[in-house]
């Protein structure tokens, strides 16, 4: 079956800058686009990184854009999510995903606070 599992959250001060993985399994990893996601109290779940099948296409979130970073490594089914110049308004559960089938990891909290 399917799983994402991701790894990588914490508490961090402002400026810094944490790197989030996901491991995939049950799934050929390479044929499938991979996406992160993240969800802070109160709001709704919001897209923050895309990724295709090669990694040779990416997008992002308005507010992340240069200064977060997705990529993957198809040969050992992860996806990861460089995050740089961390702000408190990142404070979220950072969820890895793969929209087809709608795939879902159990999230890890990143927490950006002095």
């Known amino acids: 079956q399917v799983q994402l599992v991701e790894s990588g959250g914490g508490l961090v001060q402002p400026g810094g800058s944490l790197r989030l993985s996901c491991a995939a399994s049950?799934?050929?990893?390479?044929?499938?686009?991979m996406r992160w996601y993240r969800q802070a109290p109160g709001k709704e779940r919001e897209l923050v990184a895309s990724?295709?099948?090669?990694?040779?296409?990416?997008t992002y979130a308005d507010s992340v854009k240069g200064r977060f970073t997705i990529s993957r490594d198809n040969a050992n089914n992860t996806v990861y999510l460089q995050m740089n110049s961390l702000k408190p308004e990142d404070t979220a559960v950072y969820f890895c995903?793969?929209?087809?089938?709608?795939?879902w990891g159990q999230g890890t909290q990143v927490t950006v606070s002095s």
């Open positions: 990724i295709s099948r090669t990694g040779g296409s990416t």
């Open positions: 995903c793969r929209p087809t089938g709608n795939y």
């Open positions: 049950g799934f050929t990893f390479s044929s499938y686009a």
